[in-house]
């Protein structure tokens, strides 16, 4: 079960399908235009009073440089850091050069120990991110002397779904392991499944990605400990469901 959004789950799907697995597409979050695009935009247009741009994710990248290009000109001295390499990737897709982004450990606590982010005393940062989020890098920041600023760039929600196909598979065997890769999509998976698909989600192996969505499967009762990928990308997933793949072969030989 590949439970990225829908727009993003393609590469995904096919590295699987050419590695010999079968996807099964089961998107657990949808992507929707922030509820406050005047407040996004008033902040675009003041983009030179910031020394640093933060973009949490992919989408942030993408429904951001949308409304950017549609209003002006990025300022040439922003700084541009991203907390993963994909989101990186979505910025040099558009022809961006990213200043800041981990070479590893793609999360806040990686971002914040790039040197570039020590000393902030009287900088100015924006973090673009989608509705909530984890404070821990505005936090970090402030406490080291910058003033940030957060604005909503996108939002979740929870897509529409043939979920009675899913309950269909489950029932006959037919899904032997979910690839998750945050806690909010996992949460939200559990309440789209009902009671029935939970009782089957329990018992289903998760391929997780990252370490934070232990306490989450622990929290739901999940029966077997994830395997958790290296970070969420296509490649580091896919190379978590392989290494669950051989050790269920070991097992059942």
Sequence with gaps: MVTRPAHQADRFC????????????FPTLEIKE??????????IDRLEDFHIAVFVSPNAVNRTLNRIHGRRQMPSGLKLAT??????????????????CPPSRFDSEALLEQPELQDMQGREVVIFRGDGGRELLGATLTA?????????SYRRGLPDADTDRVLRQWSRGDIHVIAITSSEGLRNLYEMVGKVGQFWLRGTPLVVGCERMLDTAREMGFKQTPVVAADPSDEAMLEAVQKWAEKRKQTHE
């Excluded at 699987?16 to 597409?25: K, T, Y």
């Excluded at 922030?34 to 902040?43: G, I, M, S």
């Excluded at 080291?144 to 909503?152: K, W």
Aim: aromatic share 4%; hydrophobic share 40%.
């Design 14 to 25: 096919q590295m699987v399908e050419e590695s010999g697995g079968q996807a099964l597409r």
């Design 144 to 152: 080291r002397g910058a003033r940030v600023t957060f604005v909503e």
């Design 83 to 100: 907390v993963g390499r994909k989101s990186a990737q979505a910025l040099e897709r558009l022809g961006y050069q990213v200043d800041i």
């Design 34 to 43: 922030a509820r406050d695009t005047t407040a996004l935009d008033a902040l």
